[in-house]
């Protein structure tokens, strides 16, 4: 339990938290292994991106940390709704863990994890604003009802220990952010995303953060379990196809919704690790629609907001 | 020659253009067949989506014609500096030509062209503001000189026959147009963009609207040579996955930074013929870097702004 971390101690567990997971997914794939590539940001900080490609279960994972600061862009304080002020200049510091996994069966679902600290300070080093952000969620490229229920009970255990609003509170908020608006889908089967959890209604900086590493130290669990549980299940050319469709679904969503990925193409982020995210590959077919009660149809049917798995 | 066009001839003749353009890329490839998907806008209007798969030389390729109307929405006016007051209604009509042909070979360019024309009316029927858009570019799996000075003539045969201005100022447009920020990089060797082209600068209705037939009628040709010159020349398993990595840099491309794209997508445009242009097949791959010297190489040095083809 540590007792209102800094900056600096925010970053150095999240760096920890990245060291272990790579671990844990290189241990469960049993044949990939992680290469490392440290990158600096020109206007201060940077990040080591993690990837993993034709591992024994995986195809291409990556896990990013970036630990980037700088003057404050205006754009930035007006989105978050601060002053402007040019004689009241104010820095950012903003680290995090984010984690993309594709892997070569189409059995096994593709994940995502993002644990965030974001912070605002003034030229007197003080900090005006802090906040914390995250989630993780499941895209499984066919629906299994057990794995969905099992992934959201975890997830729900890791919110209950901390406070009982959290769960229902950021399973409707992943619902609502891994939406396809233009396909009138949800991305995959939710989880949870939280964003500005902040020292206010009785949580406290402690609270936050221990919160947020409780939900890093769930992914790997989480994940390997269906891992294991899942990459030895049989499947043809049809579901590889199906597979790479949505996979094309997932670059969709990625580059036309994702607000951080749009974010940072637009404000001259690191491209690769940006990107890092998107499949190894992806097909599109015009109008594609799967044969009535096929197993493809019934996962679309489940693609919705809304469902209650717990 | 027309005089002083009203939409629904500007419409036939879009009509006649998709159409012809169907025949003569049927003819070219010599087994593929455009199935035709017609449907309807619930404001007003709709379209005909055309689409040929698994041709002799076109894996997949769209031919689009839409013209959709209704009541000017406030976000519209607004973005183009018009009043938006509710007491004095408006209505749009849209209506126009859109073109993505994504070939087998890699040795054969993706093309893209659109012709369009778009009209605001008042309450009385009386055409308040109208104008002429579209554009043809070529992308290139691998930068072949000799191609892209081919095309580039070819556009600029058609400019000059309008105005001398056309060709250069069209040109500077598409390398601005079609430019991946965040990779640095053009979508291919460009061609020509142009939008708003109304009658002002001695420049009437009829004459607008004789150029940009001109345009759309130069596709066919320009197309047909190329896939005729190409489609022969060998290539191997290395041209293919280089192919895959630069069709999924269309796919950032248009998802990204195409604002017809990101309109038609965030204003429930028809999912399906918007992403029509999207290819069979993309790969992406975490910092791909070419061979140096290598060929694929060359053609990356070649994705810039500002080369003069003629």
Known sequence: MLTSPTKEQVREQFISLQTKICEELERADGQGTFISDEWQRPGGGGGVSRVLTQGNIIEKGGVNFSAVWGRTPDSTLKMLGLPTAQDDPTDFFATGVSIV???????????HMNVRYFEISDKNNDVR?????????LTPHYVDEGDARYFH?????????????????????ADDYFFLKHRN??????????????GEGGFTKESRFTFVLDVGNTFAPLYTHFMKKNHAL???????????????????????WDRGTKFGL????????????????A????????APDSEEAKTLAMLRKGIEWV
Chains 1, 2 share one sequence.
């Open 129 to 137: 604003t802090w906040w914390f952000g995250g989630g993780i969620d």
């Open 153 to 173: 009970e975890r997830l729900k255990d890791v919110c209950d220990k901390h406070h009982y609003s959290y769960y229902p509170e950021f399973k409707r908020w």
């Open 185 to 198: 889908e949800t991305r995959g089967v939710g989880g949870i995303f939280f964003d500005y959890l902040k």
């Open 266 to 281: 637009e404000t001259d982020g690191r491209t690769e690790s940006i990107l890092m995210s998107l499949p190894p590959q």
């Open 101 to 111: 996994i594709h892997p070569h069966s189409p059995r096994v679902p593709i994940i």
């Open 283 to 290: 097909r599109w077919e015009y109008n594609h629609q799967p």
């Open 234 to 256: 049989p499947y043809g050319d049809r579901e590889k196809q199906w597979q790479y469709l949505r996979r094309g679904r997932y670059v969709e969503f990625n580059l036309v």
